[in-house]
């Protein structure tokens, strides 16, 4: 799913005042109206947004309405069953939008015709609460704590990373961790190594490119030893970049870091896997295009390695079936040290709720109640938890892998784990994407596109001040 949202912070405002008459209340933000990143012109006398203290409304209304991006993310049956045991006189809404999801549902909450809870993918969240489309969780947290051992929830590392302002705006959900996974057959076929926890990256690339092959002689390789980074989902490359020393922003994520000299070794790795004597990657644009409809190149046994989330694991080796051995592994270490993306689902409670108490009642619910974890767990494609306990329990594949995985993800939670760091600015995926996929072409040096993603990042953070 792409998370970039058209709705700058004037466009909000702009739809938000003309949805004034509806007696909706919008929150106080302590910044001035920016100029917009994308969308029409706002009027020249918009008014600030008013943030309301949280919870600024507790209660209100007969109907709760929960949007989700998917069926998935919506945990449905936990959802339906906590409504019909502890409110069995409201009428529960669920919407579900596959497509557009966040221009949507921004669209909802600046007219005022608002969700009470809806999914927040960690992309998004400063960019939401910049905007002042969001409450505050940090009074709910403090009025009524999460459940059980405050350490089982890996808070604090969402709070260093995807805070707003030093406030979270959206509680965490699910706390999937990316690893590496690899075809051990075409390894043993080849005479090639497999992966191990000490590799680094230049292992990855070597063994990747003795794994790189045209064989049928067409010309091009149709058996790739690495799958590449998905450019348009920045938690792939997030890994390589912090192990690299790299960043996307400063601190206050005010100013854009890419271009400096972490964040070009990075990029310059990557192209490296597209390019010249290492190649061993398709490209973004070939990659999508040899992974249309259901074909996957690493579920096909035509890539060696590819990364894969953790609940994603036990979907995938049914896929796979008994066509080739899997192997797990950690993702590679780089000059800088190691690191392993790690997040993903959250709920936020939009700014124009009705139902401030009960949204976050529930959340408290979904991430803290061991049946609703379960539940969740095993609903459509299975749901990534936050507890780790329960992640170990109810997420782990019942197999051979099970160890292996368990280990990855345990240091995904305690010794490597990092959170993406987005900017405020809903457009960056995309710009961050689009230099990486011409660099790809082999036509440009990793200091251009890094030069390229910084100057039109700097660009969409001094219009938002």
Not at 57 to 65: D, E, I, L
Not at 108 to 132: C, K, W
Not at 245 to 265: C, L, N, P, Y
């Amino acid at each position: 799913m792409k998370t970039n949202s058209k709705y700058s912070r004037r466009r909000f405002l702009q739809v938000s005042l003309t949805a004034a008459g509806t007696g909706a209340v919008l929150a106080a933000c302590s910044t001035a109206p920016a100029a917009p990143t994308a969308g029409p012109s706002a009027p020249a006398q918009a008014q600030p947004t008013v943030k309301p203290a949280a919870p600024a409304v507790v209660s209100g209304g007969n109907t709760f309405w929960f949007h989700s991006s998917n069926e998935t993310e919506s945990r449905r049956p936990v959802v339906e069953a906590w409504f019909k045991k502890n409110y069995p006189n409201t009428t529960l809404k669920i919407e579900v939008t596959p497509s557009g999801f966040f221009d949507k549902v921004m669209a909802q909450i600046a007219a005022g015709d608002s969700p009470d809870l809806i999914y927040m993918h960690e992309s998004q969240v400063t960019n939401f609460a910049r905007q002042g489309a969001l409450l505050s969780v940090e009074p709910f947290l403090k009025a009524t704590p999460l459940m059980g051992d405050a350490a089982k929830y890996p808070i604090d590392l969402f709070r260093r990373d995807s805070a707003w302002k030093g406030e979270l705006f959206a509680l965490p959900v699910g706390f999937a961790v990316l690893m590496l996974r690899y075809n051990k057959t075409m390894f043993d076929k080849e005479g090639v190594k497999p992966p191990t926890d000490q590799w680094t990256w230049n292992d990855l690339r070597d063994s990747a490119a003795a794994l790189t092959k045209d064989t049928i002689k067409a010309g091009q390789p149709d058996q790739w030893g690495w799958n590449g980074w998905q450019t348009d989902w920045m938690p792939s490359s997030w890994p390589l970049i912090k192990s690299f020393g790299g960043q996307h922003f400063d601190a206050a994520r005010g100013k854009s870091e890419i271009a400096q000299a972490g964040g070009v070794a990075a990029l310059d790795f990557m192209q490296s896997t597209w390019c010249g004597k290492t190649r061993s990657a398709p490209t973004p644009a070939a990659r999508k295009q040899l992974q249309s409809g259901t074909v996957q190149l690493f579920e096909g046994g035509k890539a060696g390695m590819d990364f894969i989330l953790s609940q994603n694991v036990n979907s995938s080796l049914k896929v796979i079936g008994d066509k080739f051995e899997t192997g797990l592994e950690l993702y590679p270490a780089g000059p800088n040290g190691r690191f392993v993306r790690a997040g993903g689902t959250s709920y936020a409670i939009p700014s124009r709720t009705k139902n401030a108490q009960v949204a976050w009642e529930l959340i408290r619910y979904l991430v803290g109640d061991e049946d609703a974890n379960r539940e969740a767990a095993q609903y459509k494609d299975g749901n990534p938890l936050i507890q780790l306990d329960y992640v170990l329990k109810y997420n782990a594949p019942q197999n051979a892998l099970s160890d292996k995985w368990k280990k990855i993800v345990t240091d995904g939670f305690q010794k490597y784990g990092t959170v993406v760091q987005y900017a405020a600015i809903g457009e960056y995926p995309n710009v961050f994407s689009a230099a990486l996929d011409k660099a790809a072409e082999c036509s440009t040096s990793a200091q251009k596109s890094a030069d390229e993603i910084a100057a039109q990042t700097d660009k969409l953070l001094k219009d938002l001040k």
